[in-house]
């Protein structure tokens, strides 16, 4: 996108079934980054709510120049959706963060001039959630990713980011059509820095992640980042084809010397623990085979309806 006048700063939020928000999360982010003395922008993507959260941010973007509006044709999920918004992005600096302002406005100064040191991208982490569930999930997931899947990452980061121009550049080249930002980021790696914050909670309206869409997101994000779910499925594969063996040998030396008595339970067990072990590994299988497919279609990433100011 080409402007007339080069913005120091782009912010970008997702909106989602969060029409009661919108005009507050504008009000902070005009509170916050006045005090800078930075032109910015603000650009809101719908991502195809039910309630009236277009309306919403098409109302703002008439009180406010600044404010941009994207609305998409169908609920593409958050990551597209953070992605389309990404791509109309046109500042020095480009800041991502949620709409649901448990991302705090307030800490926008500190990531400016936090990026301003030198760094390339500067990530927010925060250890506490919002509750218990959500610390349990959040812990589950940077368990696996970073303990048995190995895979090297900034742990507890949030959504809320910012990052050079260059590097928003960089990002918006990935087309791959499943994707996390996350994964997407640490694939580019380069300079960084982290801000620990405190994780704000919901005063309005309620989560629209639960527990199933943060699974599937690991699941994303794991399978973005690595291939580690295969090689385990490999080693542990040998690792029961070897405790097997040894155990049909010590069988057959029971059944020649000794008299076994007959049961089912054995039987059962087995059936039970090697079916759904071939169950479990159909399904990673699958998942990376799903992936694949999606690639190979190479359709477009998202389809937008509509905009504001832009």
């Known amino acids: 996108m080409i402007t007339e006048k080069k913005i120091d700063l782009s912010i970008v939020a997702t909106i989602y079934n969060d029409d009661k928000n919108v005009s507050l999360l504008v009000n902070e982010i005009v509170n916050n980054t006045t005090s800078l003395n930075i032109s910015y922008e603000l650009i809101l993507v719908n991502d195809n709510s039910s309630d009236d959260s277009e309306k919403a941010i098409e109302e703002q973007s008439k009180k406010n120049s600044f404010v941009k509006g994207v609305s998409l044709s169908r609920n593409f999920g958050q990551q597209i959706a953070m992605s389309a918004g990404m791509r109309y992005a046109t500042g020095n600096y480009v800041l991502i963060m949620d709409g649901d302002l448990q991302n705090p406005p307030s800490e926008i100064p500190?990531?400016?001039?936090?990026?301003?040191?030198?760094?390339?991208?500067?990530?927010?982490?925060?250890?506490?959630?919002?509750?218990?569930?959500?610390?349990?999930?959040?812990?589950?997931?940077?368990?696996?990713?970073?303990?048995?899947?190995?895979?090297?990452?900034?742990?507890?980061?949030?959504?809320?980011?910012?990052?050079?121009?260059?590097?928003?550049?960089?990002?918006?080249?990935?087309?791959?059509?499943?994707?996390?930002?996350?994964?997407?980021?640490?694939?580019?790696?380069?300079?960084?820095?982290?801000?620990?914050?405190?994780?704000?909670?919901?005063?309005?309206?309620?989560?629209?992640?639960?527990?199933?869409?943060?699974?599937?997101?690991?699941?994303?994000?794991?399978?973005?980042?690595?291939?580690?779910?295969l090689n385990i499925m490999i080693h542990l594969g040998w690792i029961i084809f070897t405790c097997t063996f040894f155990a049909s040998i010590y069988y057959i030396f029971l059944y020649l010397f000794y008299q076994v008595p007959s049961g089912f339970t054995s039987i059962l067990l087995s059936i039970f623990f090697f079916g759904s072990l071939i169950i479990l590994m159909l399904g990673i299988i699958g998942r990376y085979l799903a992936n694949i497919y999606l690639e190979v279609k190479n359709r477009p990433l998202f389809h937008v309806k509509k905009t504001y100011n832009l």
């Open 110 to 229: 500190i990531l400016y001039n936090k990026i301003k040191e030198g760094y390339d991208i500067v990530y927010c982490v925060s250890k506490k959630r919002n509750n218990f569930l959500d610390e349990l999930t959040s812990a589950v997931f940077w368990f696996f990713l970073i303990r048995v899947f190995n895979v090297k990452i900034i742990r507890n980061q949030l959504m809320m980011k910012i990052m050079t121009r260059e590097f928003a550049e960089r990002f918006n080249s990935y087309n791959e059509q499943n994707r996390t930002v996350t994964g997407i980021i640490k694939d580019i790696g380069q300079h960084h820095a982290t801000v620990e914050i405190t994780n704000r909670k919901r005063t309005l309206g309620k989560s629209n992640y639960s527990f199933l869409n943060r699974f599937n997101l690991m699941i994303d994000v794991i399978i973005s980042l690595s291939n580690s779910p």
